[in-house]
């Protein structure tokens, strides 16, 4: 597709449950990137991806949170365990490379952890 | 301290004033500036980018950057009530890739 796709688009699921959110970014992007963004607050910065390779993954928030791009196109966004706390929209972006350029965002994955 | 900072607003203009948006950063070896702008339920789309001390502009847009006090700006002319959004600053991290973004400043253009 043109654009970054993601799916779902809404998840309903329970305390405790595990759950995977995926992203298909714009072909050739090589820089991907998993914000997550609660209401009334900026994306907040989780992971990011230069190929297959987490660059930098200094914004998970614990080790319930794994990100994983093995074939540097599309990834998986999984938690572990899901808490009230982790209900946002969870959102990817990509870009060609570097720190320059636009990044591309998808239209994000509501969670909601009951 | 925070990385990126912004005033939360919600900042109100009336139909056709300009309004000014404002972000300062901490990290002092950034290199790349953005502004996105967030229509309520909706995903966040570039507006600017800067790169370069002094002043970009692109239609009614004009992006401000002063590397000097860390702080990053920008001016919409002439405002309309389709520009009521909320608008991030977000930047590029010296080291790596990293793009953080600012807790975004509501902007209501009232007509």
């Known amino acids: 597709g043109a654009g970054v796709s993601q799916t779902p688009s809404n998840k309903v699921t329970e305390k405790g449950k595990y759950v995977e959110l995926r992203c298909d970014p714009i072909?050739?992007?090589?820089?991907l990137y998993w914000y997550r963004q609660s209401l009334g607050q900026g994306p907040e910065f989780l992971i990011y991806?230069?190929?297959?390779?987490?660059?930098?993954d200094s914004g998970l928030p614990n080790d319930r949170f794994f990100a994983v791009r093995p074939e540097g196109s599309v990834s998986t966004l999984k938690i572990q365990r899901t808490e009230r706390g982790d209900s946002a929209v969870y959102l990817c972006?990509?870009?060609?490379?570097?720190?320059?350029?636009?990044?591309?965002f998808g239209e994000g994955s509501r969670l909601t952890v009951l | 301290q925070k990385e990126v900072e912004q005033n939360s607003g919600p900042l109100s203009v009336p139909e056709g004033a300009i309004a000014s948006l404002n972000c300062t950063y901490s990290?002092?070896?950034?290199?790349?500036f953005f502004w996105y702008r967030q229509y309520s339920g909706k995903s966040p789309e570039l507006i600017m980018f800067?790169?370069?001390?002094g002043d970009k502009e692109d239609g009614r847009f004009t992006a401000q950057l002063n590397k000097a006090s860390q702080y990053v700006s920008l001016l919409i002319r002439d405002s309309q009530p389709s520009d009521s959004a909320t608008y991030l600053c977000?930047?590029?991290?010296?080291?790596?890739?990293?793009?953080?973004f600012g807790a975004g400043t509501i902007l209501r253009v009232k007509s």
């Open positions: 972006a990509s870009r060609t490379s570097g720190n320059t350029g636009e990044l591309f």
């Open positions: 072909s050739g992007h090589t820089a």
């Open positions: 991806f230069q190929g297959t390779g987490a660059a930098d």
């Open positions: 990290d002092r070896g950034s290199q790349s």
């Open positions: 800067i790169y370069s001390n």
């Open positions: 977000a930047v590029n991290m010296e080291y790596g890739n990293k793009l953080v």
